[in-house]
């Protein structure tokens, strides 16, 4: 049973999707293939698997849901979410309950695939390899600071009300005084409204993604556009998505699980392989935003 | 006497105000209870007083009665030697103790409501307003509240009708949100059902391309070393062998072997988007009013099949027996709307995995018959009546506009037919369509 392989499941519940895909993957992965997720999670739970793909809609559970079952299972499988229609719903879930890797929909450009899991299970072979993680190193003391970008200041407003009184809460009305911020110093959260009178917010989030990685971003908009949010999970690893007007609720939690993953990542490095993405196709930023983004790069390597 | 609102200028501002008895007050100064009662004859005459019917009789604030024109009348100026009589004694002995008398904050409505109670008739006497403390304000004329209340009446109509207008127009919105939600979710649906066989089909058929070089160069090689062993060419053989060695090593005989396993899949996938392309032509058939004689069963056919993505979703078994239908007159792409509308709901109303919607049809008394049963949770005794209501919904915000039944039941009566629905709670629900084997023209009279 054991392979040199990475271990590839795939479940759907059209067979002929299961079939088809397991002849184009079966060269490079030890490919399980099942209909059913009762099994599928029985092989996460008895040996390693490396990445899961799932068809979002199926008889008796939602892909999200399976994926978010195989997080807990299996923390270090990569998971990636295979949909036919990709209604806004289960995005918004694929990005705040599954935290997927990639987001991909059918009928799925081959090329497209194959890198998408040769990457993901490039890092959860690399994941598995490593000793499993230390038990919890203690939380800093103070947590990171947070970053907010709307050109609207209540929402800043509303942050500092959420999070405790010694967490610093900047707040930056354009993507370059956002980047501005982010050079001076590490932020371990961005808030970000994506709807903006003149720049490329999105463009910008998914370039920082590449420069600091280790700065979680929560999108936030009224805007619920399936398609772009599909963009921010592939180029941009967005943690979190809000619909606004934004709820308190939701909007702590999210911040308190976005610090929480910030801390974690500083204490484990290796975990940010995690959050690599895709090469955005095009972005429309200027010169001086990428300038930008080229020293907060520089910087983040130095941190890091 | 002149009814026209403009010779009283009371009545009108009191539908501009605050709709009380204020805007009616007559400020008219009181008799004091020393006042004779041929002294209170003259006051009547005071022009001012011109519309009273009674006067009060006011003592430090406190009304003590009211002498009424009709009283003087009868008992002094009409009856013999009455002046003599009563001339000179107190108007209080005349008066009557026991006015109507009504607070400035009633409501017109209200006052309307105490005045029919309270008056006797023929109405010989108006009443008296008090302010907040019980003390005289003022007169109030019965015909003036009639006629205030005659105006809300009036306005009150038009309101109700603005409303049923607003309520109209917003209902056809609705209408219109509620046939694009149901389109979104068949889009939706059938997005998911034509790109997954769509994705196997294409993923096949670039594989087998991929394929198709080793294969071809491996039977390329194959015929060279037929060529050179036919032509005995010794040199040009064993080159040849090498070629087919190499070519045979880059080949992969188990993917070649799935191959034909690949195609049929991708046929089948083929076919299954074929089919779906002509249901949805089927389905969205633009509607010839009425004119088309359809096979029910065919309509029922598409709308499973449409409704497929909502009934696999959810795990749910179909069966259909299906009566003798003659063809039937109706507009077909309103009727699927019914259906889908039908199969939609009884595939939602399942939350278990053992579930099974079954439809039935037949003939009955010059009615198709359409019955589409579902084991679902059913509906609860006191929602049940409720159901074709326009805008009610249990399902949660935005999950419905609550419309779907009441445009079953609108299309469904276009028709001349008629839906109802059963249900027993755990048990599940039934909805029975009739319509009328003759269609469009049974429907000719109302």
């Known amino acids: ?304 | 006497m002149n009814t026209s609102p403009s010779s009283l200028p009371a009545a009108p501002a009191a539908v501009a105000g605050d709709a009380a008895l204020a805007a009616l007050l007559i400020p008219a100064t009181p008799l004091t209870p020393r006042c004779s009662v041929a002294e209170a004859g003259e006051r009547f005459l005071d022009p001012a007083h011109a519309n009273l019917l009674s006067l009060p009789i006011v003592d430090a604030g406190r009304v003590l009665g009211c002498i009424t024109r009709h009283e003087l009348m009868l008992r002094v100026y009409m009856a013999p030697y009455g002046r003599e009589l009563h001339g000179r004694r107190p108007v209080t002995t005349l008066m009557n103790a026991q006015p109507l008398s009504l607070s400035l904050a009633t409501s017109i409505e209200a006052a309307g409501q105490l005045i029919g109670q309270r008056l006797r008739r023929p109405i010989t006497e108006d009443f008296v307003l008090t302010g907040a403390d019980g003390c005289y304000a003022g007169m109030g004329i019965v015909l003036d509240v009639l006629r205030a209340l005659e105006i809300r009446v009036g306005q009150h109509a038009q309101e109700l009708e603005h409303a049923y207008r607003r309520l109209k127009a917003s209902q056809h919105r609705l209408v219109q949100s509620e046939k694009l939600a149901t389109l979104g979710q068949l889009v939706a649906g059938l997005a998911h059902e034509i790109n997954t066989p769509l994705g196997y089909v294409q993923n096949n058929l670039a594989m087998t391309r991929d394929l198709l070089p080793s294969a071809d160069s491996l039977v390329q090689a194959g015929s060279a070393v037929l060529d050179a062993a036919l032509g005995e060419d010794a040199a040009a053989l064993e080159s040849s062998l090498q070629q087919l060695s190499a070519a045979r090593a880059a080949f992969d005989p188990a993917m070649f072997a799935d191959l034909t396993a690949l195609l049929d899949d991708t046929l089948h996938g083929v076919g299954q988007i074929a089919d779906l392309v002509a249901h949805l032509k089927d389905f969205s058939r633009v509607d010839s009013a009425h004119a088309e004689a359809v096979d029910l069963h065919g309509l029922i056919d598409a709308a499973l099949r449409i409704a497929g993505h909502l009934l696999k979703k959810n795990n749910v078994q179909v069966r259909c027996h299906y009566g003798q239908i003659p063809p039937l007159r109706c507009a077909p792409a309103q009727i699927n709307q019914v259906l889908l509308n039908l199969i939609g709901n009884a595939a939602q109303a399942i939350d278990h995995d053992s579930g099974m919607v079954t439809i039935r049809t037949q003939t009955l008394g010059g009615y198709a018959m359409i019955a589409v049963q579902d084991n679902g949770r059913g509906i609860p005794p006191d929602v049940l009546p409720r159901i074709f209501e326009p805008f009610f919904t249990t399902k949660p915000v935005g999950q419905g506009t609550g419309l779907g039944l009441s445009i079953c039941q609108q299309i469904v009566q276009s028709h001349g037919g008629r839906i109802a629905a059963t249900s027993a709670p755990e048990t599940g629900t039934r909805f029975v369509v009739a319509l009328p084997l003759a269609g469009a023209a049974a429907r000719s009279a109302p």
């Open chain 1, 1 to 304: 049973m054991t392979s040199a392989k990475p271990c590839v499941v795939l479940i759907d519940d059209e067979e002929r999707i299961l079939r088809s895909l397991a002849l184009l993957l079966r060269s490079r992965y030890e490919v399980l293939a099942s209909t059913d997720p009762v099994q599928v999670l029985q092989w996460v739970r008895s040996r390693p698997v490396h990445v899961v793909v799932s068809d979002q809609r199926m008889p008796a559970i939602t892909g999200v849901a399976l994926l978010r079952q195989i997080r807990e299972h299996s923390p270090r499988s990569m998971r990636l979410l295979l949909t036919g229609y990709a209604d806004l719903a289960a995005v918004e879930a694929a990005v705040n309950e599954g935290e997927i890797f990639r987001f991909l929909e059918k009928p799925w450009d081959a090329l497209r695939l194959q890198d998408a899991i040769a990457t993901a299970a490039q890092i959860a072979v690399a994941d598995f390899a490593d000793t499993p993680a230390a038990p919890a190193v203690a939380a800093p003391a103070a947590a990171a600071p947070v970053l907010v970008l709307d050109e609207d200041p209540l929402t800043a407003t509303l942050v500092r009300s959420l999070l405790p009184s010694d967490c610093l809460v900047a707040t930056a009305a354009t993507v370059e005084a956002a980047l501005a911020r982010l050079e001076e110093q590490e932020f371990g959260v961005i808030l970000a409204e994506l709807r903006h009178s003149s720049d490329d917010v999105i463009g910008a989030l998914k370039l920082l993604k590449q420069a600091s990685p280790r700065t979680l971003s929560i999108a936030c908009s009224p805007l619920r556009d399936g398609r772009l949010l599909i963009e921010l999970i592939n180029q941009g690893q967005v943690f979190r998505f809000l619909p606004k007007p934004l709820g308190r609720e939701l909007l702590r939690r999210a911040l308190l699980a976005a610090l929480e993953r910030h801390a974690e990542l500083r204490s484990e490095p290796q975990r940010l392989r995690r959050h690599a993405v895709e090469r955005p196709r095009e972005v429309s930023l200027s010169g001086r935003v990428l300038d930008y983004l080229r020293r907060i790069r520089d910087q983040a390597r130095l941190r890091a």
